[in-house]
């Protein structure tokens, strides 16, 4: 697994990587905003020698005035995934449920913190039944590994730079198109978004099936000759919208990581409505 030209992998090459003498480590991150936790669907079959990684407890800050999915600190996440069996200049393919969303903050999580070669299995864990992939039930034996977390491997905007950014370039919000508008806010306590931000719904960017769409280079030709950039509520949703920017080239996106969750924090900023 040497392209990491493409942040994605097909079921299909999965099946054949896992065949080969050395394996990506392969980790599971199946994760639902409002439970039950995804451990339950790990421990009824997962792909075989799969790692399960908790988003909100190993990859994730404790919630607070970072915002509910903030950045981890480098220490406890290089804790997390050496216990997972990561390795240093080793790759890692990394699952869900289907929709991409942990599965990309996971992605993204590996990416910033200068882990290279990462995948994201397109599709997640139906497209690995789908495609006739053994399934496993049973707990692997992990190696402890000895991954160096360093941190910067993508860029990271703060609440300055989201601002700044909705001004001189595109500041992409992957909520629904009600909760930009501020009409509905069914986590947050504030409903709006970032002013001069503009609305690119996780929904325009994913088939039926969670797979990420084929033309996804002429969806964001819109933001070409721009810098780019994407927040949601917590960062999970928007760090799909950057997995989907380095699908179609735009490796220079940026994730605003604290998202809404971490704006509204400070009652000074400004809060956008409408369209």
Known sequence: MTDVRTPLISAADLVALLRAPEPPTVLDIRWRLAGPP???DY???HVPGAVFVDLDRDLCGPPGSGGRHPLPHPQALEGALRAAGLR???P????????GLAAARAWWTLRWAGVADVRVLDGGFPAWTA????????????????????????PVLDAEGAAALAGHGALLDARTAPRFRGETEPVDPVAGHIPGARNLPYGDLVNADGTLRADLAEIFAAYDGEPVGAYCGSGVTAAHTV???HAAGRTDAALYVG????WITDPSRPIGTGA
């Open 38 to 40: 995804g451990r339950d």
């Open 43 to 45: 421990d009824a079959g």
């Open 88 to 90: 240093e200049n080793h």
């Open 92 to 99: 890692v393919v990394v699952y869900d449920g289907g929709d």
């Open 131 to 154: 495609a006739g992939g053994a399934v496993d039930a049973t707990q692997p034996t992990v190696t402890r590994g000895d991954l160096v977390v360093r941190p910067g491997g993508l």
């Open 243 to 245: 997995l989907a920017l």
């Open 259 to 262: 998202s809404w969750s971490h």
